[in-house]
């Protein structure tokens, strides 16, 4: 079995991006029979799509999982809905802003996570992590990201179960803010995305 795991690279005021962190943190095999793809996406929004849609391409996979950063929230994200939408509040790392534009002028307004999220929810809080189900991924890369992937895979019609995982700040993040802000360790970040890894080997 092949899972795909992106994350992103800094942006914005953000010197670091617990998404990229847990990635390049991932082993290349989880199990003899469970092997790891990790690739990190820059904040670009012309490369970030044509990366994906490159990488799943070449690589098949059985299951992917993106992660990115989403500061202000308390709990580890699930993401159930990839909108049909681009609308910026802050310029990518190229400097680009794009203001309520459509991904795909063609595609259709939303697209559903394939991800068991539910299950994945119960089990992440039995292990005592802070987790909640979203229903906006933003309209910023995260959610182009989640909607191209998902689009893509429904045009190819392959069964790949394939979503969107937003996470807090990391705690040296949080200190260095004059604002309260919420935070979560990568040691648990990382102990949430075993435990999604194992629910996509299980389905």
Do not use: W
């Amino acid at each position: 079995m092949k899972i795909m795991v992106t994350g992103f690279e800094p942006f914005a005021d953000h010197a670091e991006n617990p998404s990229q962190l847990l990635v390049q943190g991932m082993p290349d095999r989880v199990k003899e029979d469970i092997d790891l793809i990790t690739i990190l996406l820059p904040v670009d929004r012309v490369k970030a799509p044509q990366i994906i849609l490159t990488q799943l391409h070449q690589h098949q996979p059985d299951a992917v999982l993106c992660f990115g950063l989403a500061a202000g929230r308390a709990r580890i994200s699930l993401e159930k809905v990839a909108l049909n939408l681009l609308d910026f509040s802050i310029p990518d790392n190229q400097g680009l802003i794009v203001s309520d534009t459509p991904i795909s002028a063609e595609g259709p307004t939303a697209f559903f996570s394939t991800l068991p999220i539910q299950s994945i929810l119960l089990s992440l809080k039995e292990a005592g992590i802070p987790a909640e189900i979203s229903l906006s991924a933003g309209a910023y890369l995260c959610n182009l990201v989640f909607y191209t992937l998902m689009h893509e895979i429904a045009r190819a019609g392959r069964p790949v179960p394939a979503g969107f995982i937003h996470l807090p700040a990391l705690p040296q993040q949080a200190a260095l803010t004059k604002k309260p802000l919420p935070s979560l360790s990568l040691e648990m970040m990382s102990l949430a995305a075993e435990i999604i890894i194992a629910h996509l080997t299980k389905h």
